[in-house]
Each structure stands twice: as C-alpha cells, then as structure tokens.
C-alpha cells in the first residue's frame, strides 16, 4: 500500500470513529467542533498539502454534504478525486468531489466584513491561441489579491456559475483589472452572464490547469 494510500485510509478511519461526535455539535449553519475539524484538516494535510474541505446542506433535516477541494491548484485534483473514491457510506453524511454549480446563483456573499453582491464585478471570456482566459473587473481592484475579501468572494461566485472543477480545467488563466468607467465600451459583460458564454465556448479547449495573475 503506497503512503498516499495509508493515509487516506487512517483519514476514514478517523472521522469514522468521530462521526457521531462532530454531527452531535451540528448548530444552525455549522459545526461547534473546531478541534475535531482541525484533527480532519491535519490527516488531510498528510495526504496532500493542498487538500480543503467544507460543509454543506440543503435542508435542516437532510444529510450533510462534506465537500473536498483543492484550493485551485489542478495537480491536486487527483487527491480530491481519490480521497472521495475511497469514502465510506457512512448515515447522515455525504461525501463529494468539489463545489457544484448553484441555482439560483448567489446575489452576493456575505465576508463578514463586507457584503459583495454580484453586480458589482464584470468580466471577460477570451478564447485566445486555444485557451480560455478569463478576466475580472472590478473598482479599486487590489495589488496584492490575498488583502482584499471581494476576491475570495468572486471565487466563490465563480464556483457557482461554472462549478470548480470546469473552472480549473477549463480556464487557462485568471487576471484581475480595474473596472472601466464603460465597462460595455470595452466588450465587457457582467459577471452574472459568465455561466452563458462558458457554456458555450468550453467544450472548444481541451481541459488545463489554472494560472492565477
């Protein structure tokens, strides 16, 4: 058994045995386990550094969905895919592959700080040398990506509207840009009617990784 193996197989084993202690602390929108969340973070961590996960639910009363990710980095797709190959079935919970696209799609997403509603952001969908590049657009768009939560928040919405597996393997990169005072002038559309146009346009790259500028 290769180490990669050994420690997906320890991660089931571990949240197995805990299972009913972490759904036991299940609150209104999410889990008031943060130690036992911290040990699965950890397990993860062994089997691939860039291995995330997060919780989901559709009703107060159906299953949780326990989704895996990787972050955006694609030579990690594999692990996630391999992490959720291996899951048990196991009452009360669900096990999934990365963020699905939602409908409706969010009108905004809430950082805590700040409210960032989708209408504020453009962008664009370039089919450029047989790639797809997507850009963003929008006011006082930041230096340094990390520092500012609109960027998060436009991830988040990009997941929505494509879903995150189709968005690293479809889009070849991802730039950020200040927004125009005409946004139209420049060709630009809002970031609500993205789906539409990479619907239209993906199945004419072959699937890549990501580069985010």
Known sequence: MSNDSKHIEAFWQQLEQTLDQL?????????EAESLLSAYRDSLQKIDRNLTFHFERETDEGPVDMVFGCDG??????????????????????????????????????????????????????LIGGKLQLAIYMTDAPDILEMDPRVEAVMILLDALVGEYEL??????????????????????????????????????????????
């Open 73 to 126: 980095y694609p030579e990690s797709i594999h692990a996630v895919l391999s992490v959720v190959g291996a899951a048990p079935e196991l009452s009360g919970i669900n096990f999934r592959a990365f963020n699905n696209r939602y409908d409706p799609v969010p009108a905004f997403v809430n950082m805590g700080e700040e409210l960032c509603e989708i209408d504020e952001f453009w962008c664009s969908l370039r």
């Open 168 to 213: 690293m393997t479809r889009i070849w990169s991802l730039d950020w840009y200040e927004l125009p005072a005409e946004p139209l002038d420049y060709g630009l559309m809002p970031l609500s009617e993205l789906r539409h146009a990479f619907d239209r346009m993906k199945d004419q790259v072959q699937p890549v990784g990501i580069t985010i500028h």
């Open 23 to 31: 759904l036991g602390t299940r609150g209104d929108m999410q889990f």
